[in-house]
T-cell receptor
Framework: EPEVTQTPSHQVTQMGQEVILRCVPI?????FYWYRQILGQKVEFLVS????????KSEIFDDQFSVERPDGSNFTLKIRSTKLEDSAMYFCASSVRGGYGYTFGSGTRLTVV | SQKIEQNSEALNIQEGKTATLTCNYTNYSPAYLQWYRQDPGRGPVFLLLIRENEKEKRKERLKVTFDTTLKQSLFHITASQPADSATYLCALDMIYNQGGKLIFGQGTELSVKP
């Protein structure tokens, strides 16, 4: 069964450093997403991406965040200057389109110290 | 204000019984409602989706109902097994520009005892 692959599985970074989280979505999916889950809390929407541009973003997704599809297979989330409160599990997801099930990756656990 | 709420307590049931999980929402008008399973430290796994004009959907031992008047969905697992133990997430699918945006509930932890 096709999978969404995320790397790295764990990342520890110093506050103020930049991090890039990487994802390989399912090849025939057209929509790509990032979600995050702070420990013990709900899964929260960050951003959706279609046709090489952001189609929707949440209030969480401020100027410190950016997404990119640098080539035909990778999808990245960059946090420019990490804060302690950015510590969370970050999930990449992809879907054929809205109204279909989403396939989530296993996540990257980001710890900001 | 907008809210999505699931069973607040963890659910403990005996193997073989039917588990029923509840999802209630206010001040949303989702086009779809989805259910996911999440194991500790893992990403959500898609189980079932139901559209706003559907009342019920089944897949093997799973059944979902959707009442847009009550703003409620019920998720049933029949003949439950210990392997069904996990957290189950309800998610409202808000369709934007042909893409989607899932609004998740906080999840219900299900424990099935042998």
């Amino acid at each position: 069964e096709p999978e969404v692959t995320q790397t790295p599985s764990h990342q520890v970074t110093q506050m103020g450093q930049e991090v890039i989280l990487r994802c390989v979505p399912i090849s025939n999916h057209l929509y790509f997403y990032w979600y995050r889950q702070i420990l013990g809390q709900k899964v929260e929407f960050l951003v959706s991406f279609y046709n090489n541009e952001i189609s929707e973003k949440s209030e969480i997704f401020d100027d410190q965040f950016s997404v990119e599809r640098p080539d035909g297979s990778n999808f990245t989330l960059k946090i420019r200057s990490t804060k302690l409160e950015d510590s969370a599990m970050y999930f990449c997801a992809s879907s054929v389109r809205g109204g279909y099930g989403y396939t989530f990756g296993s996540g990257t656990r980001l710890t900001v110290v | 204000s907008q809210k999505i709420e699931q069973n607040s307590e963890a659910l403990n049931i005996q193997e073989g019984k039917t588990a029923t999980l509840t999802c209630n929402y206010t001040n949303y008008s989702p086009a779809y409602l989805q259910w996911y399973r999440q194991d500790p430290g893992r990403g959500p796994v898609f189980l079932l989706l139901i559209r706003e004009n559907e009342k019920e959907k089944r897949k093997e031992r799973l059944k979902v109902t959707f009442d847009t008047t009550l703003k409620q969905s019920l998720f049933h697992i029949t003949a439950s097994q210990p392997a069904d133990s996990a957290t189950y997430l309800c998610a409202l699918d808000m369709i934007y520009n042909q893409g989607g945006k899932l609004i998740f509930g906080q999840g219900t932890e299900l424990s099935v005892k042998p």
